[in-house]
């Protein structure tokens, strides 16, 4: 297995041919963003695979890391829980379906305009005039209605009792804050005039496909950033972005929401080794995993016997071990055990191709005339798996499993695709197999789990199972349940029923991981899992 693997990954000979001229850490060199110039300690160049997009913070296809500089919430989701932000306290009814936030005050918008209750009315009836957008999120399901009751206290109305609503307020979009002057005919589906919010970066310049340039926010509510500029600047993977790190054009890397692994284990250890640069690593914040279409008719991927089968076949100790050199835990489950509710008793399903046989045979998936892919009714075992076209460890993963599942007898066809197309089939149930990952550490259980339910999420990945309608009650009811053992039993319930129909398949435990010069201080993780908080970084 070591040598399939050594061919899928960035090799060694790559990397120590490539030439060494690192600049001194913290300074500028010519970046195409700033041609000429030299400011020491004051910018961040990070790369990534892909252009940060539309920045419209009620919207979708933008780069969470550079919104969650422009962008805030009323509160922020932390590893203590959910501490203020915009708001500085909040009252919560007792029947909890009214909330009122006292606003912090003397906050402006970076056009100066200033951060009100009205401000907040009009970002939060702007996102629920497009609720079908954000449907995903039960929150947007149950407002009634945004009050404002003075200059700095506004009330949300929600219809029921809904225990997630402030995890929900906290994330990085759709429920943030961007300046009314630049609505569009007081609304924001439909595009925004410009990006002005209240965070501790403003974007100040824009080419397409190139660079962003964010400045600090010299009038920022929670003091003017150390570091005065950070620039997005666009790489391919691997090679180019691994010499762009060596010669002083960028100084950081990291897992981003859609750039993902912009340099494989092996690149960025050389450049840890160097002694310019300092890896660091996050906590467990996601669950990587397969996703099956359960009510795809008349394919194989239907059956829950297939499903299972792909699940024992898959080594996910390989995985984490020479794909992802340790830095990624094998996953048994699909969310980890430092996830809230989520320590539930579950089937245990390892890497067993014995068994993985045994349930096709069972199925009546069988192997006939010496042939290498297994039939029934004159239909073949065959699938087809979407992945990430920008991300190189899908890629090798991708491969590692269809070689897997080649030796229990079924055909796996990989394609890969650009994240925005495998999210529209995610969303249409135009897919057999596809690869995604669980919101992470400030989103779940909920946020995922949530998602089971929606039509632009894992609708079809859930819909074919027998339990489906008993799985939606069930999420229905844990939602707004107010009892907390009620709520741990329903989780338990939800969990075992997708466990056992495998319809998320998980592989290892994501973390985010940070190649970063190694005079840059102050680094630090959200809850939010794509947001780095660079406020909070300068250099010694």
């Known amino acids: 297995m070591t040598n399939f693997l050594s061919i899928c990954t960035l090799s060694a000979v790559l990397v120590a041919g490539c030439s060494s001229g690192s600049t001194e850490t913290g300074t500028t060199t010519d970046t195409g963003a700033n041609s000429g ?25 933008g780069s969470m890391p550079a ?3 422009v962008y805030e919430s009323l509160v922020e989701n932390t590893a203590d829980g959910i501490k203020p932000l915009l708001a500085e306290s909040w009252d919560i009814s007792e029947d909890g379906k009214v909330y009122t936030f006292h606003l912090r005050e003397g906050v402006t918008f970076h056009d100066g305009l200033p951060f ?22 039960k929150l947007s399901t149950k407002i009634v209605s945004v009050n404002v009751k003075d200059e700095y206290t506004v009330e949300l109305v929600l219809s029921d009792t809904y225990y997630p609503a402030l995890v929900e307020l906290s994330m990085t979009r759709p429920y943030v804050f961007i300046s009314p002057n630049d609505f569009k005919n007081g609304e924001t589906k439909d595009g925004v005039n410009g990006y002005s919010g209240t965070g501790p970066y403003k974007l100040v310049e824009h080419k397409v496909d190139q660079y962003a340039t964010f400045e600090a926010n010299e009038s920022y509510w929670g003091g003017a950033p150390k570091v005065k500029r950070i620039i997005s600047k ?18 950081m890397v990291f897992t981003d929401d859609r750039g993902a692994d912009s340099l494989d284990v092996e690149a960025m250890n050389t450049l840890v080794e160097s002694g310019d640069y300092q890896l660091v690593r996050s906590e467990p914040m996601n669950t990587k995993m397969i996703v099956a279409n359960s009510s795809r008719a008349g394919n194989p991927v ?19 071990e020479q794909i992802f050199e340790g830095t990624e835990a094998p996953a048994n489950t699909l969310f980890s055990s430092n996830v809230n509710y989520a320590n539930v008793d579950l089937k245990e399903r390892g890497y067993d191709v014995e068994q993985a046989v045994k349930l096709l045979e069972e199925a009546g998936w069988s192997l006939e005339n010496g042939s290498a892919v297994r039939t029934k009714g004159g239909k073949p075992l065959a699938m087809n798996l979407y992945y990430d076209v920008n991300s190189s460890s899908q890629k090798v993963q991708a491969e590692f499993i269809q070689h897997s599942l080649k030796e229990i007898g079924m055909e796996l066809e990989l394609t890969g695709e650009e994240s925005t197309s495998i999210a529209n089939r995610r969303s249409t149930g135009d897919y057999d197999l596809l690869f995604n990952q669980t919101w992470g550490l400030a989103y779940d259980p909920q946020s995922t789990i949530s998602a089971f339910t929606s039509p632009s999420s894992y609708l079809h990945t859930t819909s074919g199972i027998a339990k489906a309608d008993e799985l939606y009650k069930k999420i229905e009811d844990v939602m707004v349940s107010t009892d907390e053992e009620t709520r741990k039993s329903l989780y338990a319930d939800i969990l075992t029923i997708v466990h056992d129909e495998a319809v998320f398949i998980p592989l290892t435990n994501g973390s985010v991981t940070m190649v970063a010069p190694k005079q840059l201080q102050g680094i630090s993780f959200k809850q939010t899992q794509f947001e780095l908080p660079f406020e909070r970084m300068h250099f010694e």
């Open 302 to 320: 239907q059956e829950t016997a297939v499903r299972e089968a792909i699940w024992y076949a898959i080594d996910r100790e390989t995985i984490s």
């Open 67 to 69: 919104q969650g500089m």
């Open 116 to 137: 009100n209750a009205e401000a907040v009315k009009k970002n939060m009836d702007a996102v629920q005039n497009n609720k079908e957008k954000h449907s995903w999120i």
């Open 37 to 61: 110039s030299k400011e020491t300690k004051q910018e961040i160049i990070y790369a990534s695979s892909k252009d940060i997009l539309d920045m419209n913070p009620h919207l979708y296809s």
């Open 234 to 251: 666009v790489l391919p993977q691997g090679e180019t972005t691994f010499l762009a790190l060596q010669k002083g054009e960028v100084n």
